[in-house]
């Protein structure tokens, strides 16, 4: 009875969910996505399918655990004899759930456009982000990537990065974010600084007179060291920060595009490799980021915690700063190279319900 009882709750939820999306069809805009020209919609009023793919995903896997040899001979230990049954049905149920997400994904009316067939991802993981940041959870994030391919994604919570926005930092720490975040006397890592390692503080004809002038790792190098414009600035530009070390390892540097979408709430903007942080943190982007996706902004107490999904091109930058008509310009034509939408809606389905693979790359630590 309690599993007939979890299936019938499964195929309400699919039900469910394309009413929704039948619902959002009908909408003239995309939530949440006014004023971000180019934006992927991945997650298009399409986290409820993403979360139902997931469990289906789960239950399959449960169900061929219970039906996989488990003595000596290679025999089938059956635990119950409906086991077989259940498989079959919670294939089913994955085929559906996946053919939903599939099309919600491309943006597609389900009910006028051309059978699609469901997007699949030969995912495999690169290594898993030992995540031991002050401050935060302590966990493994899996860094994964389709096989033979160099781009690679991760799901993460988000925290909020300043750096680079003219009014980030102040001498008497009334800036955008703490003044401890840059750093401190004698080890300003947050801050433009001269060859005694002092702070440049801006002059009259600065943006913001009085406040340090905040760096970042991409930066204009034809401006002077001491000049606020030099730096990408987080309240305008939407960036995404990665450990230096772990980034050197994968081939990612400062200047490659990417693209974060919030499985939360259906909010995705591209975005650019702008600065570099710390060794033991990941998921981490700009003020300007975190505006387009929908979380709280504030660098003192903004972010989220978990549901952000980061996919990174490495090597396809130039290692100077854009615009945002360009980030989303590349952003996008990366992306549709890749696989699209429909490859990353499967990919983070796969990713997320598959265990880390002990057999490949291990936890790793990195240095700044």
């Not at 005694?196 to 401006?223: C, H, M, W």
Request: glycine residues 12%.
């Amino acid at each position: 009875m309690q599993r007939a009882l979890s299936i019938l709750v499964a195929v309400a939820a699919i039900f469910l969910f394309s009413s929704i999306f039948a619902k959002a069809q009908q909408s003239p805009s995309i939530p949440g996505q006014a004023g971000i020209q180019g934006s992927p919609n991945l997650t298009q009023d399409c986290s409820g399918f993403v979360g139902a793919a997931r469990e289906a995903t789960r239950n399959v896997q449960r169900d061929r655990g219970t039906l996989a040899p488990s003595d000596s001979n290679g025999a089938v230990q059956m635990n119950g004899a409906s086991a077989a049954a259940d498989l079959q049905q919670d294939l089913k149920i994955l085929k559906e759930t996946e053919a939903a997400l599939n099309t919600c994904a491309l943006g597609r009316d389900g009910s006028n456009a051309p059978q699609v067939q469901p997007a699949t991802c030969s995912n495999e993981q690169l290594l898993n982000f030992q995540m031991n940041h002050e401050g935060d959870e302590e966990r493994d994030i899996p860094i994964w990537h389709v096989t033979g391919d160099t781009a690679f994604f991760y799901e993460a919570g988000m925290t909020i990065d300043a750096d680079g926005a003219p009014n980030a930092y102040h001498p008497d720490n009334i800036g955008l974010d703490d003044l401890a975040n840059a750093g401190s006397a004698g080890n300003w890592y947050g801050l433009a600084k001269d060859a005694d390692g002092e702070p440049f503080i801006q002059g009259p004809n600065d943006p913001f007179p009085g406040y340090y002038v905040s760096a970042t790792a991409l930066s204009d190098r034809t401006k002077a060291v001491n000049d606020p414009t030099r730096y990408v600035d987080a309240s305008k530009i939407p960036f995404i920060v990665l450990p230096g070390g772990m980034a050197r390892a994968i081939g990612a540097r400062p200047g490659d595009f990417a693209v974060v979408f919030n499985q939360r709430n259906g909010h995705s903007s591209y975005a650019i490799f702008g600065d570099v942080g710390p060794s033991d943190r990941i998921g981490e982007g700009s003020v300007a980021l975190a505006e387009n996706l929908g979380i709280r902004s504030d660098a003192r107490n903004g972010g989220a915690r978990r549901g952000i999904l980061f996919l990174v091109f490495p090597g396809s930058g130039n290692g100077r700063p854009r615009s945002i008509e360009e980030i989303n310009s590349e952003g996008e034509k990366l992306l549709q190279a890749w696989g699209g939408t429909s490859q990353l809606a499967a990919c983070a389905v796969q990713g997320s319900s598959r265990p880390s693979a002990s057999n490949q790359n291990t936890s790793q630590s990195f240095t700044r």
